[in-house]
């Protein structure tokens, strides 16, 4: 799953991308081209599962992030950087909340909730003019020859095509299977899902008022919200110890890194949940779509256990933590052997039977 970074210029997404995936970004000719990278799911339940089985091996879950070219008149003009957002599974705009004179607001001035209607509008602009030169297509081509299927895609496209009018994202609207299907292959950056960083200054980390303004036009375009500080987060990485960390996140009554705090977000925009396989050789957090059954969780370990899956022993993190071993887990009968059907839920610890 890759979550593209975008931004006006001066908006410190660079800072955060680099914070977040560890890369250094030295050269200049990379601003205009995506920069990609990763950043490990920090989750205090893995740390425990570590904790308790002591493996010889861990490995957290990772989402991949891409630092795509700053949002500013050329590259809009050129129309690359939408062709750049197309690829992303979901979308973090950062937004400049901080006033600093030592850097230039590309606008003249500060004003986060402008830059962020102004985006936005960017976006659907963008859509909306897909939409209408698609329909300028099957106009021309249902004249010609009376196609079903054509039809039926000019009726939707007119349908998105007003909703675009009236400034909304088409992530608001409800497709059915068959329409889904007509628009996989198409474009539309306004139908990914949208996690909004503000980034702000350090006394504003704990700014109430200017996240619940964020999150009133968030909640009714179907986005997620955060308040960041990419400058607070820099002096964190330069700390040596975790213990320094620790202190100085305490200090700052900050309750989670940036990192654990937007990861979270994007899993929840991509509708990703996370389970675990457990042991003395390794310890291993996976993601998985919300509402997968066993067997595609299986898969996602490898595909021979998908294929060749018979059941899966399941159980609870909450329940393994609350008996503190697997074999008092298992004195209490919350070990539990599920089939094809059942439904992974976020936590689960799994251990997959199957023959190939």
């Keep these: 799953m890759k979550v593209g970074i975008i931004g006006l210029p001066q908006t410190g997404k660079k800072t955060l991308f ?7 970004i030295k050269e200049a000719s990379k601003a205009s081209k995506p920069v990609p ?19 010889k091996k861990n490995v957290r879950a990772r989402i991949d992030l891409v630092l795509l070219p700053k949002m500013e008149a050329e590259t ?26 030592a850097i230039y607001h590309a606008q003249g001035s500060v004003d986060a909730m402008r830059d962020f209607d102004m985006v936005n509008s960017e976006l659907i602009m963008h859509d909306q003019i897909f939409v209408e030169k698609r329909i300028e297509r099957l106009e021309a081509m249902v004249k010609k020859i009376k196609d079903e299927d054509q ?8 349908k998105l095509k007003g909703i675009l009018e009236e400034e ?11 329409e889904e299907k007509m628009i996989r292959s198409y474009p539309f950056i306004t139908r990914k899902k949208l ?44 700390l040596d110890t975790q213990e320094e960390k620790d202190e100085f996140l305490e200090d700052l009554g900050i309750k989670e890194t940036a990192l654990e705090s937007l990861t979270k977000l994007c ?10 396989t457990v042991g003395k050789d390794e310890v291993r957090q996976w993601l998985v779509r919300k509402g997968a059954r066993a067997p ?49 839920e976020d936590g689960d610890i799994l251990n997959i039977r199957f023959s190939v």
């Design 296 to 344: 595609r969780a299986a898969g996602v370990i490898h595909s021979d256990l998908e294929r060749g899956f018979i059941r899966a022993e399941v159980f609870k993190y909450a329940d393994l933590m609350e008996a503190g071993s697997e074999a008092d887990l298992k004195k209490v009968g919350k070990i539990y052997v599920e089939g094809k059907d059942y439904v992974v």
């Design 195 to 238: 996690v909004i960083a503000v980034n702000v200054a350090e006394e504003d980390l704990d700014n109430k008022t200017l996240l619940s303004s964020f999150q009133q036009s968030c909640e009714t375009q179907d986005m997620e919200v955060m308040l960041v500080s990419a400058k607070v987060e820099a002096e964190i990485a330069l």
């Design 267 to 276: 899993l929840k925009s991509l509708d990703l949940i996370s389970f675990f």
């Design 76 to 101: 809009i003009s050129k129309g690359e950087i939408f062709r750049d957002i197309a690829d992303m599974d979901a979308i973090c705009h950062v937004v400049r909340a901080f006033e600093d004179d």
């Design 151 to 158: 039809q039926k895609e000019l009726v939707l496209m007119q």
């Design 18 to 24: 680099q914070i977040l995936t560890g890369n250094e």
């Design 37 to 55: 990278g990763a950043a490990d799911i920090l989750d205090s339940r893995f740390n425990q599962l570590v904790d308790m089985y002591d493996p």
């Design 168 to 178: 909304k994202p088409l992530r608001l609207t409800q497709l059915t299977d068959d």
